[in-house]
């Protein structure tokens, strides 16, 4: 999801009383308008970046593909990492933010899927994302990472407020399914190796 539409995953969120958009692992979504940006976290790991003195901000909910120990896809791994944040920070330059403005608040990488190896995914992501802003010279505000618990963010782009909502109890398995999915489709990634993701 790109820049102020495809619409179809807007909602009106009746507890804020505003209209709200939902990010789905791998997707981001960046906007000058008064919306909530909402996405759910386990593993993967969002960006919430935003220009402080314009008011407009976007997320970017991403997860590294898998390392096994192999260059080849170690470099795919940085490098598909680095692609996410990329096209958020891109999205929110065309727009008019100034890098030198950029703030960032960062979330995820829980301990929370059941796959082989999984344990280590989390923190590598929390790790690959505190570094790239760091490398970027994006202030980092705040963060809430790591833990064994997934974490619901609500992002107000606008104020730049961001509420997170532990989510202790699940009553569905809705998102280890879309994230386990969505590992699923990271592999395949990998296997072509030679893939290139900046075009």
Known sequence: MQTDGPL???YFDPYFEMEAVKILPGEF????????????????VAACIRDKSLGLG???????????????????????????????????????????NL?????GGGDVLSAEGSHIIGERNAAFLLNYLEAENITLVSQSLLGSYPQK???????????VKKLKRLNNNTIFDREALYFEKLLDVQVAGNIELFG
């Open 29 to 44: 979504y960046v906007t000058q308008q008064n919306l909530l940006l909402v996405t759910v976290l386990g593993s993967c």
């Open 153 to 163: 963010v609500y992002f107000f782009p606008s104020s730049g407020r961001v509420l």
């Open 103 to 107: 703030e960032a608040k960062v979330f």
């Open 8 to 10: 179809s995953k807007v």
């Open 58 to 100: 976007g997320i970017t909910h991403f997860m590294l593909p898998f390392e096994q120990n192999n260059i080849e896809l170690i470099d795919s791994s940085i490098r598909y990492g680095s692609h996410a944040l990329e096209v958020l920070i891109n999205e929110l330059l065309k727009l008019g933010a100034s890098r030198e």
